[in-house]
Nanobody, 125 residues
Framework: QVQLVESGGGLVQTGDSLRLSCAAS????????VGWFRQAPGKEREFVAA???????YYTTSVKGRFTISRDNAKMTVYLQMNSLKPEDTAVYYC???????????????????WGQGTQVTVSS
């Protein structure tokens, strides 16, 4: 049984940093692409960052230079380091795992097979 468990969310002020973690179990973690998405109240879930099993990283424009996605295959964990947080970053953040082929567009929710339960990030102004 595949499980993804996020942690690390919280309430912070503008300019602060947070590191989200997503611990995976029940799968061969190193063979999967990993991604982070977020969903603000009243909005659709949107892509934040992805790390292909082949190595390349991808970020949505609004977080480039502020967020960093990384993975520790030995710990079966994916991280999202978030710096210089802004109120518009407030959302529930979800990690996800994809078995898609190399070269797949990892910005689409449909390519992900497994999702975590989400962790709330709130940035106050």
């Amino acid at each position: 049984q595949v499980q993804l468990v996020e942690s690390g969310g919280g309430l912070v002020q503008t300019g602060d940093s947070l590191r989200l973690s997503c611990a995976a179990s029940g799968l061969a973690f190193n063979t999967y692409h990993v991604g982070w998405f977020r969903q603000a109240p009243g909005k659709e879930r949107e892509f934040v960052a992805a790390l292909s099993r082949g190595g390349p990283t991808y970020y949505t424009t609004s977080v480039k230079g502020r967020f960093t996605i990384s993975r520790d295959n030995a710990k079966m964990t994916v991280y999202l380091q978030m710096n210089s947080l802004k109120p518009e970053d407030t959302a529930v953040y979800y990690c996800a795992i994809s078995t898609a082929a190399l070269g797949t567009n990892l910005e689409r929710t449909i390519v992900y097979d497994y999702w975590g339960q989400g962790t709330q990030v709130t940035v106050s102004s």
